[in-house]
């Protein structure tokens, strides 16, 4: 008896991981193929530090958990109706973050990995795909995020006729909590969100500049010695989502107290005022021994990053478990080069998930993965794969990135309601309705479309 081929995925981060669990639980066969491995020299990539499937490399924050006013919240709650196991992980290794979904990461990593390895259905191969797939995988899906292998990278653009687009991703500092001064730094999440919560309410740590030490520190910010790029990196943007704190710092010097630093719904107990800035930590790890600075992404050299973080009130004798680096980021134009079902129209036989395919953040990169997963399954089977409605979350993010955007200007893109179809809502008056009760009128009708297809009624949530 023949065996049926197995699906191939080259990469296992979050695309890659949650498109292995979709096809495994679909009754289908899988090989992952990731080529990081701790102990071959020359097998990781500048941003990882472990070898574990599905390692956050930046924040551990998967944004808001809010499914009815936020559109990462519904495209959660859309994951989760479609038995997903990133969410599933991240659920499990919640960290306290408000009204946020933030991970103890080192846990959440190990649970994806456990999980997969443990399907009957996915095998695991440590190994890097250089170049094109063999001609005898007749389904692959390429999921290798943001670090693609210059091996890959060069073939993909040699099948496509185009050159990979690329930006840079910057990554934040993480601090030892029992090093930040408390007499300074208190608790408290902006306008107490997250306080319905038992325990909630309290999830970050403030640390408040006056006015003058804000001036100097972004002052310092400005002067700061940078890392060099490569003569090749020079001309690469930044995706505006993850700019270094000392390039906002250079467009002006309020831009960051109306940014990552604006102290809004947020009072120093000890005066009782809104400080002029606050820098807010994150927990990023279960037992609370570790934080990360919130919105502080910097390419700064790391005695430069060391001297002026403990600038900040509440931080002067910081210790950083990981000071922030910087690493390029790649992308296709997928609404050139893909099919509605996110195969490659040069070579059908290849699909692409996760954030190679121009979608931005952890969710959307896991998202892609769960629909290239569930694609690759049904064809497998001999089916005509089915694509979500664009009314749902998962939909909207699909059509974007497969035609919905501008191939001419396409750019990384994280879910947001401006990529569902209109809904014309009107209140008893006949005026349309806007504003929050308009996404949840949005958000309403994604939930029903997503039942429809997925074929199912769930309980609301």
């Given at each position: 008896m023949?065996?049926?081929?197995?699906?191939h995925?080259?990469?296992?981060?979050?695309?890659?991981?949650e498109?292995?669990?979709?096809i495994?639980?679909?009754?289908q066969?899988?090989?992952?193929?990731?080529?990081r491995?701790?102990?071959?020299?020359?097998?990781m990539?500048?941003?990882?530090?472990?070898e574990?499937?599905?390692?956050?490399?930046?924040s551990n924050?998967?944004?808001?958990?809010?499914?009815?006013?936020?559109?990462?919240g519904?495209?959660?709650?859309?994951?989760?109706?479609?038995?997903?196991?990133?969410?599933?992980?991240?659920?499990?290794?919640?960290v306290?973050?408000?009204s946020?979904?933030?991970?103890?990461?080192d846990g959440?990593?190990?649970?994806?990995?456990e999980?997969?390895?443990?399907?009957?259905?996915?095998?695991?191969?440590?190994?890097?795909?250089?170049?094109?797939?063999?001609?005898?995988?007749d389904?692959v899906?390429?999921a290798?995020?943001?670090?693609?292998?210059?091996?890959l990278?060069?073939?993909?653009r040699?099948l496509?006729?185009?050159?990979?687009?690329?930006?840079?991703?910057?990554?934040?500092?993480?601090?030892?909590?029992e090093?930040?001064?408390m007499d300074?730094?208190?608790?408290?999440s902006?306008?107490?969100?997250?306080?319905?919560?038992?325990?909630?309410?309290?999830?970050?740590?403030?640390?408040?500049?006056?006015?003058?030490?804000?001036?100097?520190?972004?002052?310092?910010?400005?002067?700061?010695?940078?890392?060099?790029?490569?003569?090749?990196?020079?001309?690469?943007?930044?995706?505006?989502?993850?700019?270094?704190?000392?390039?906002?710092?250079?467009?002006?010097?309020?831009?960051?107290?109306?940014?990552?630093?604006?102290p809004?719904?947020?009072?120093?107990?000890?005066?009782?005022?809104?400080p002029?800035?606050v820098?807010?930590?994150?927990?990023?790890?279960?037992?609370?021994?570790?934080?990360?600075?919130v919105?502080?992404?910097?390419?700064?050299?790391h005695?430069?990053?060391?001297?002026?973080?403990r600038?900040?009130?509440?931080?002067?004798?910081?210790?950083?478990?990981?000071?922030g680096?910087?690493?390029?980021?790649?992308?296709i134009?997928?609404?050139?080069?893909?099919?509605?079902?996110?195969?490659?129209?040069?070579?059908?036989r290849?699909?692409f998930?996760?954030?190679?395919?121009?979608?931005?953040?952890?969710?959307?990169?896991?998202?892609?993965?769960?629909?290239?997963?569930?694609?690759?399954?049904?064809e497998r089977?001999?089916?005509?794969?089915?694509?979500?409605?664009?009314?749902?979350?998962?939909g909207?993010?699909?059509?974007?990135i497969?035609?919905?955007?501008?191939a001419?200007?396409?750019?990384?893109?994280?879910?947001?309601?401006g990529?569902?179809p209109?809904?014309?809502?009107?209140?008893?008056k006949?005026?349309p309705?806007?504003?929050?009760?308009?996404?949840?009128?949005?958000a309403a009708?994604?939930?029903?479309?997503?039942?429809?297809?997925?074929?199912?009624?769930?309980?609301?949530?």
């Amino acid at each position: 008896m023949t065996l049926e081929k197995p699906i191939h995925i080259v990469g296992g981060g979050l695309a890659g991981s949650e498109a292995a669990w979709q096809i495994a639980e679909a009754g289908q066969s899988v090989v992952i193929h990731e080529m990081r491995r701790l102990s071959v020299p020359g097998r990781m990539t500048e941003a990882h530090k472990t070898e574990t499937l599905a390692e956050l490399v930046c924040s551990n924050s998967f944004r808001s958990d809010d499914a009815d006013y936020n559109a990462v919240g519904l495209l959660h709650s859309e994951m989760r109706r479609c038995g997903s196991l990133i969410m599933a992980a991240a659920d499990a290794h919640r960290v306290p973050a408000g009204s946020a979904l933030a991970v103890d990461r080192d846990g959440f990593a190990a649970a994806v990995q456990e999980k997969l390895l443990a399907h009957p259905n996915v095998t695991l191969v440590r190994d890097e795909v250089a170049g094109l797939p063999p001609e005898d995988w007749d389904s692959v899906i390429i999921a290798t995020g943001p670090l693609t292998s210059p091996a890959l990278s060069t073939a993909i653009r040699g099948l496509t006729g185009e050159d990979a687009l690329a930006f840079f991703d910057a990554i934040a500092p993480i601090v030892h909590k029992e090093s930040i001064n408390m007499d300074v730094a208190w608790f408290q999440s902006r306008y107490d969100k997250g306080a319905e919560v038992e325990g909630g309410g309290a999830d970050y740590i403030n640390c408040p500049l006056d006015k003058a030490q804000y001036e100097a520190f972004v002052d310092a910010l400005r002067t700061s010695e940078k890392t060099e790029f490569k003569q090749w990196e020079k001309d690469t943007p930044y995706f505006d989502g993850c700019l270094p704190i000392e390039v906002m710092a250079e467009r002006g010097v309020e831009t960051l107290a109306h940014g990552p630093m604006k102290p809004v719904g947020l009072r120093d107990p000890r005066t009782g005022h809104r400080p002029w800035a606050v820098v807010q930590l994150r927990q990023d790890n279960a037992l609370g021994t570790l934080f990360n600075m919130v919105g502080f992404q910097t390419k700064m050299k790391h005695g430069e990053q060391v001297r002026i973080f403990r600038m900040i009130p509440g931080l002067e004798n910081a210790e950083f478990a990981r000071l922030g680096g910087i690493h390029r980021n790649t992308f296709i134009n997928s609404p050139r080069l893909l099919d509605k079902t996110l195969r490659l129209k040069a070579m059908p036989r290849l699909r692409f998930a996760g954030q190679i395919t121009g979608c931005e953040g952890y969710v959307e990169s896991a998202a892609v993965g769960l629909m290239t997963g569930r694609f690759a399954a049904a064809e497998r089977r001999g089916q005509t794969p089915n694509a979500p409605p664009a009314t749902t979350a998962l939909g909207a993010l699909l059509s974007h990135i497969t035609g919905g955007a501008d191939a001419t200007t396409f750019q990384p893109m994280n879910i947001n309601f401006g990529l569902f179809p209109d809904l014309d809502v009107r209140d008893g008056k006949g005026r349309p309705i806007r504003g929050r009760d308009r996404k949840k009128a949005v958000a309403a009708r994604a939930r029903a479309d997503l039942d429809a297809w997925l074929g199912t009624k769930l309980a609301a949530e």
